[in-house]
T-cell receptor, first 113, second 111 residues
């Protein structure tokens, strides 16, 4: 158990809808990362937050947004969902967010029908 | 193509044999990390090797780093069926905070 929690574990929704994925980092970690893992794209870095502020941006679509709250949990919002957004979404955390070891949550499996 | 490319893409061995996976990257790095992922589960950190290190051990794992060749290898000795998983290398590029993951090696250890 990494200490990182993600909810929900599974999500089934329809195209055009909006969903919110939630992540709670390990106790004491200030940095949260979001990744998307699909069969054809591998593990893609989406975005990183550190202590409430956006720190790094990867291949995140404009339809996706994220935030980190004062209690350090983070939410990833996915809107106008398309079939191709079906994937595993992972959250990871690290103490300082300086390319150090990351601790991954169990993921949220999103299926868009 | 991706920063970290693992080779081979898939590997099948018998229990007790050694498994070697390779990772190549393109630009200078601060460190390189290896992660394991059991099917559909979260990634688990295995080992981190810094750019000024050449070799590191952790239990049955041995990682080497050759910065002149921009490559790393992960050796799992005396493999077990429980080692069956996908293995990813992740590079921490100089000047960047986020990690870049390779496409992974799928390891199957036959009992």
């Amino acid at each position: 158990d990494s200490g990182v929690t993600q909810t929900p574990k599974h999500l089934i929704t329809a195209t055009g809808q909006r969903v919110t994925l939630r992540c709670s980092p390990r106790s004491g970690d200030l940095s949260v990362y979001w990744y998307q893992q699909s069969l054809d794209q591998g593990l893609q870095f989406l975005i990183q937050y550190y202590n409430g502020e956006e720190r790094a941006k990867g291949n995140i679509l404009e339809r996706f947004s994220a935030q980190q709250f004062p209690d350090l949990h983070s939410e990833l919002n996915l809107s106008s969902l398309e079939l191709g957004d079906s994937a595993l979404y992972f959250c990871a955390s690290s103490p300082q967010g300086e390319a150090e070891t990351q601790y991954f949550g169990p993921g949220t499996r999103l299926l868009v029908l | 193509s991706q920063q970290g490319e693992e080779d081979p893409q898939a590997l099948s061995i018998q229990e007790g044999e050694n498994a070697t996976m390779n990772c190549s990257y393109k630009t200078s790095i601060n460190n390189l990390q290896w992660y394991r992922q059991n099917s559909g589960r979260g990634l688990v950190h295995l080992i981190l090797i810094r750019s000024n290190e050449r070799e590191k051990h952790s239990g049955r794992l041995r990682v080497t780093l050759d910065t002149s060749k921009k490559s790393s290898s992960l050796l799992i000795t005396a493999s077990r069926a429980a080692d069956t998983a996908s293995y990813f290398c992740a590079t921490a590029l100089t000047g960047r905070r986020a990690l870049t993951f390779g496409s992974g090696t799928r390891l199957q250890v036959q009992p």
